[in-house]
């Protein structure tokens, strides 16, 4: 699965299974063991055509947020190892990048000063780490701090806004319920 540190588990992307007409299968468990979990995928790789499955004729790129790509990638099961998981095309995974940067485009916007202001950070942090890496432990507790400080007020106000749950989610770019529970766990950030 392909994730960001962004939007995490509201954006997880991975290669869809498509069936040969043209729908997607229901998803698959699997069994890791004597436990009662089971994992459950839609990832190309678990539609081989074995354990009772049916077998994926063509992947595109998907998400967890239920986004799918329009391009579909044929899969030649005779020419690539049945057990692997690495598809033969980079295109959905492009698909996928192209549709995280749609969903970053659809957020609030953040402005331009902060943009320069966190890429300098970013720039300076990474070379701290490389040079002096307590100093640069130093700075992430500052940080800490200062988000300790930020986010309750933060989320508080945002709240006070009246805004529903799925204008939050849009301004987040993440699911109404992620963007609840996002603002809950930073008003009790402290």
């Known amino acids: ?12 992307g991975y290669v869809g299974a498509v069936l040969n007409d043209g729908t997607e299968p229901e998803p698959a468990y699997l069994d890791p063991g004597s436990s009662a979990n089971f994992h459950e995928t839609r ?8 354990l009772n499955r049916p077998q994926a004729a063509r992947g595109r790129g998907a998400c967890s947020c239920g986004w ?6 044929d899969i030649d099961w005779d ?5 692997t998981e690495v598809f033969p095309s980079t295109g959905p995974r492009e698909a996928w990048h192209q549709h995280m940067a749609d ?3 659809s957020t609030v ?3 331009t000063e902060m943009v320069a202001l966190l890429e300098q950070l970013d720039d300076q942090l990474t070379r701290l780490t490389d040079e002096t890496p307590l100093a640069a432990l130093k700075v992430v507790a500052i940080l800490e701090t200062l988000a300790k400080q930020v986010a309750p007020v933060a989320a508080l106000y945002a709240e006070n ?5 799925e204008v939050l989610g849009q301004g987040l770019g993440v699911s109404p319920s992620d963007a609840k ?7 009790l950030m402290r």
């Open 181 to 187: 529970s996002r603002l809950l766990r930073y008003r």
């Open 43 to 50: 990832e190309w790789w678990a539609y081989s055509g074995i």
């Open 79 to 83: 020419a690539i190892d049945r057990f």
């Open 109 to 111: 916007p953040l402005p």
């Open 161 to 165: 806004d009246g805004l529903s749950d």
């Open 103 to 105: 969903v970053d485009a």
């Open 68 to 73: 799918r790509g329009v391009d579909e990638y």
């Open 1 to 12: 699965m392909w994730t960001t540190d962004q939007y995490g588990a509201a954006h997880e």
